[in-house]
């Protein structure tokens, strides 16, 4: 584990007044340092270098708690890559149930053997959104995504997941307003409503966590296949 990452790490926690104790700062570390490692052989991540896994990766994710308390909440991560946003989310709040999805079997394989190595909870699902959503429609308190689609695609994919009452946690760049902008029709279509907008600068960027929440079901004709999804956005 780098003393870079984890200096990097608990400062970053202190600026955002998440105190997290040793054990699980070095879980994190243990995790973004697992993540490094596998990135040399399977294609996982363009950020290798210590303090920026801590910052673009860790504290990025974490800042989902902020928004939302997840303690004892249901949370798919959907299209979560390498694990971010959900991996580092457990870590620091081990009360959630955490379901890890995306469409590529190498990396679900990968995480199935890694967070178990570091006591990690999680399901691994290897299934694209769209086809998973039949099985799981309307099973969790929260849905997650990160660097995954523009937000009208974006929600599409994860509204279906969420119960009513629930919220999709979209966590965005600096293009956040003009992607919300664009999916207003996406949010009233699908049963959603933006409830806020939480800032966070990361490494001199504005990164936003969008809470949209589950107000009526989705209609049952979403989500449509991918490429009508993709062609034509709500």
């Known amino acids: 584990m780098s003393d870079l990452m984890k200096s990097t790490l608990t400062a970053g926690l202190q600026n955002m007044q998440l105190p997290l104790d040793e054990n699980r700062i070095d879980t994190l570390c243990a995790f973004g340092a697992a993540v490094v490692k596998q990135n040399e052989v399977m294609n996982l991540t363009a950020i290798t270098e210590p303090s920026a896994v801590a910052k673009l990766h860790l504290l990025d994710s974490v800042s989902i708690l902020k928004c939302e308390n997840l303690e004892g909440k249901t949370l798919i991560d959907v299209g979560c890559g390498a694990g971010f946003p959900g991996v580092p989310v457990k870590i620091a709040c081990p009360g959630v149930k955490l379901t890890l999805l995306d469409s590529l079997g190498k990396r679900?394989?990968?995480?199935?053997?890694?967070?178990?190595?570091?006591?990690?909870?999680?399901?691994?699902?290897?299934?694209?959104?769209?086809?998973?959503?039949?099985?799981?429609?309307?099973?969790?308190?929260?849905?997650s995504s990160r660097a995954v689609a523009r937000l009208n695609v974006l929600l599409e994919l994860t509204a279906p997941f969420v119960k009513v009452g629930g919220a999709v946690l979209a966590m965005k760049g600096s293009a956040a307003m003009e992607e919300l902008e664009e999916a207003k029709n996406a949010i009233k279509k699908l049963g959603l409503q933006l409830e806020s907008v939480h800032h966070f600068p990361v490494d001199g960027a504005d990164?936003?966590?969008?809470?949209?929440?589950?107000?009526?079901?989705t209609p049952a004709q979403f989500p449509r296949r991918f490429n009508k999804i993709k062609q034509f956005p709500l």
């Open 207 to 217: 990164h936003a966590v969008l809470v949209l929440r589950k107000v009526a079901p």
């Open 108 to 143: 679900m394989n990968w995480l199935a053997t890694i967070l178990p190595a570091l006591g990690v909870e999680a399901e691994c699902v290897t299934a694209r959104a769209e086809e998973a959503a039949a099985q799981r429609r309307e099973q969790y308190d929260f849905a």
